[in-house]
């Protein structure tokens, strides 16, 4: 259903949902100024872009969005590809390829692929995540030691061997101040948790670096001020050739924003007991992202600690989020001048925690104990995240899941030869099955053969084989499909071989007990007319009533007796 959220939430609201929503909009405001600013200078751009998403994305994803609860903004997903765009395409080339994963986005949530986001497998959302995480960490080493060094690496290898030559001009005094964030971040929820400890953070140190002049690098030093005026919306003029160019990376924005989005309404689904709209969401969050980029801002998406804290104070419908908008509007333009006091020892102390929770360290040793496939995919896409590319991991761990996926049905789908003293030792599901061969009396000559499991290009080698080591040349080969719910064109190409070479052997092919899928692909195809339509079954017993028919039309008038006795 194509409807926001907050049409249906207003229908029952009151005072009391308004107090709420107020208390937890003002919250998540506090807690999202020192995030946006940390994001947006991370991602390689100026801390005011940060601040301006979070105020134009946030307050359009909770106008248009299918959660209740959902609090949009910049997120810690985002960094590194953002990152690598400033770096290659400059601040028009961000602009651009966001503004193309704002469209891509409302074409998913048009063509209602809300609910396909779900069959991305969870070790690779693990191993970009944790990926991520690294990076973040990594990215923030200069500012948390005050290293006195030049312009940091973009890669990984890159940056750390930077750090190693620029050890010895650490910085105390930064030190100082990002181990003492470090601290109240830690220690503060202790004291209370309604007043997030980021921004105690932030402000405790920022009066400190600014009482006690401290040598410390802040934002105003590196940026210089934050302007408190709204800026303008405009488009950048790139190339065709450059606009080309970054397809990809806009396609990699569009699914990390969609993942990451729903990803947070399942989450606030379960703490509230809601059931979100995810395509409406999608659409949502490409509006956000379309709109962002034309101020000036970088992607958004829903962002799940800033959700979970909404709900934790109170929130019940999409006006927190408005109202968190709102509260970062007012601080952006009335305190932005002091932003500039901000310590960037402060910030990276705030993202270093972000780091820590994002990477979820327990969630992948505990992957590491799954299944062989599972772990390789997992760190397939954590090492080339932090060694490669973001978009290269997904694309690479995407496939990789597929093609193991298609391994492991290929090998439970498996194509026997079914005999009446084989079946009565098979296990307790033939012996008491009313469809089971054992109840049936099989003619001389007719062989009947079982596929169990999906019958796709994977499993159609394995069909092959099995039916290529039939002893001797049957009069009649019965393939029962009762156990296959999938038939792809891979399959049916099979099924006509098999029926090709079977006819040159003077064997009639016939199919029995055929579900609605598979008969949906044979209907009307090539391998239905080889087959011949009076040679398809529903049951088996119709199939061997055909088989004795076909017998009965090749042998000599003593052995039809024979068979009919």
Partial sequence: MLVPKIL???EDYNREKFLGDLVAGVIVGVVALPLAIAFAIASGVTPDRGLWTAIVAGFLISLLGGSRVQIGGPTGAFVVIVYGIVQKYGI?????ATLMAGVILIGMGIAKLGTMIKFIPYPVVTGFTSGIAVIIFSGEIKDFFGLRMGTVPADFVGK???????????TPSAIAVSSLALAII?????VNRRIPGPFVALIVTTLLVKLMQLPVETIGTRFGGISASVPHPQLPHLSPLEITALVGPAF????????????SAVVADGMIGGRHRSNMELIAQGVANIASSLFGGIPATGAIARTATNIKNGARTPVAGIIHAFTLLVITVFAGRWAGLIPMATLAAILVMVSYHMCEWRTFLAELRSPKSDVVILLTTFLLTVFIDLTVAISVGMVLAAFLFMKRMAEVTNVRALKQEFEEDDGDRYVSDENGVRLRDIPPGVEVYEINGAFFFGAAETFRDTLAQIAGKPKVLIIRLRDVLLLDSTGMHALKD?????????????LSDVHMQPLVALTGSTVLEEIGPENLFSNLDDALKRARDILASTLTPRRIEAITD
């Fill in 8 to 10: 249906t939430a207003l």
């Fill in 92 to 96: 028009d080339g961000l602009t651009v």
């Fill in 160 to 170: 750390w061997s930077a750090y190693a030559t620029s050890a010895t001009g650490i």
């Fill in 186 to 190: 830690l220690i503060w929820p202790r």
């Fill in 252 to 263: 990699t924005i569009a699914l990390l924003a969609a993942v990451e989005s729903l990803l």
């Fill in 498 to 510: 098999v029926v090709h070479r079977s006819r040159k052997d003077g064997t009639a092919v016939l």
